[in-house]
């Protein structure tokens, strides 16, 4: 499988401000996708990073509020805009490689928003 | 939207002993994957199962595909202390995953 990075491993960010994770992959993969897990909970998708354009987001995210970018097949960043403490969670990127539906997941950055 | 109930919430249990845990859905889905996140670290994934009735062993584990497509469980023989974790299902329709809550087990040595 895919070896999956990303950073910051974690930060602590004061409200207002914003963040931008990066996710980098070993190799080439089909798909992207980024997660958020609140304190406690589950794995709720944010959106699909789509190489060379737009994000596809889910019910409940906005593009002014978690820009994603992804230039290549083997590299995305999620941007966290004017954070509240609200944001506070574990941000995951996952890929897909090749034709078989199978989802790996990067080490997590956790976010405290102050 | 898409929901899966996954069961038992948390598990307390001896070591040695077997697990069980399982999830339900009112919607049929194409791959049924199972994941073990440990404390700060990202979900790994366990097993995955592709067709309906499909029984499939990684080690002690042990996981199956519904014949309906809309269930899956995962049993774990033996249990030993690093079974300790949270374990996922999640089901994939089109490009995406739906995860269940959870299972978080704990295992007394």
């Known amino acids: 499988s895919a070896v999956i990075s990303q950073k910051p491993s974690r930060d602590i960010c004061q409200r207002g401000t914003s963040l931008t994770i990066q996710c980098q992959v070993d190799?080439?993969?089909?798909?992207m996708f980024w997660y958020r897990q609140q304190p406690g909970q589950s794995l709720t998708l944010i959106a699909t990073a789509n190489q060379g354009s737009e994000a596809t987001y889910e019910s409940g995210f906005v593009i002014d509020k978690f820009p994603i970018s992804r230039p290549n097949l083997t590299f995305s960043t999620l941007t966290v805009s004017n954070m509240s403490p609200e944001d506070s969670s574990i941000y995951l990127c996952?890929?897909?490689?090749?034709?078989?539906?199978?989802?790996?997941f990067g080490p997590g950055t956790r976010l405290t928003v102050t | 939207g898409q929901q899966l109930n996954q069961s038992p919430q948390s598990m307390f249990i001896q070591e040695g002993e077997d697990v069980s845990m399982n999830c339900t859905s009112s919607s049929i889905f194409n791959t049924w994957l199972w994941y073990k996140q440990d404390p700060g670290e990202g979900p790994v994934l366990l097993i995955a199962?592709?067709?309906?009735?499909e029984l499939t062993s990684n080690g002690r584990l042990t996981a199956q595909f519904g014949i309906t497509r809309k269930d899956s469980f995962l049993n774990i023989s033996a249990s030993i202390p690093s079974d300790v974790g949270i374990y996922f299902c999640a089901g994939q329709r089109g490009n995406k995953l739906v995860f269940g809550a959870g299972t978080i087990l704990r295992v007394k040595s």
């Open positions: 996952s890929v897909v490689q090749g034709a078989i539906y199978e989802q790996y």
């Open positions: 199962l592709y067709k309906a009735g």
């Open positions: 190799s080439q993969v089909t798909m």
